[in-house]
């Protein structure tokens, strides 16, 4: 029985995220400014970059087939000079849960506040769609 909850917790693991490979640098809430829409946010060092998990049970799909993009924003940050570093794009599925595992090459002290914008899925790599979610470092 305790070798079937390892393994278990093993695959769980492996497929829900980093886990605890990694040395931990961010754990972080992000909030929505006028309801109870939350995501949390957990950054691990791995020797390439860094490791984000993202887990929600309350962002709704978006209309249009737009995407919820991850960013980490840094200090002097603006529509005219922009300062932040995309770590990906995801879709919650059906019932609003979200849990991927996003990589980026970002130093979180460097970029302290992570955000998540709702984008239009147009390819087009800026800044484009409203901030829904904001954790400040």
Do not use: K, M
């Not at 992570?114 to 769609?129: K, Q, R, S």
């Amino acid at each position: 029985a305790v070798a079937a909850v390892a393994l278990v917790a093993f695959v769980l693991g492996t497929n829900l995220g980093a886990g605890d490979a990694g040395e931990l640098e961010l754990q972080a809430r992000l909030v929505a400014p006028a309801d109870d829409t939350s995501a949390a946010v957990t950054v691990r060092r791995l020797g390439s970059g860094r490791a984000v998990d993202l887990t929600s049970d309350t962002l709704p799909i978006l209309p249009d087939g737009g995407i919820y993009e991850l960013w980490f924003v840094g200090p002097g940050d603006s529509p005219d000079s922009p300062n932040r570093i995309s770590a990906g794009t995801f879709h919650p599925d059906a019932d609003g849960t979200t849990a991927v595992v996003l990589h980026a090459a970002v130093v979180p002290t460097d970029f302290p506040t992570v955000v998540i914008t709702a984008e239009p899925n147009n390819g087009d790599p800026a800044v484009n769609g409203p901030e829904v979610l904001r954790a400040n470092g």
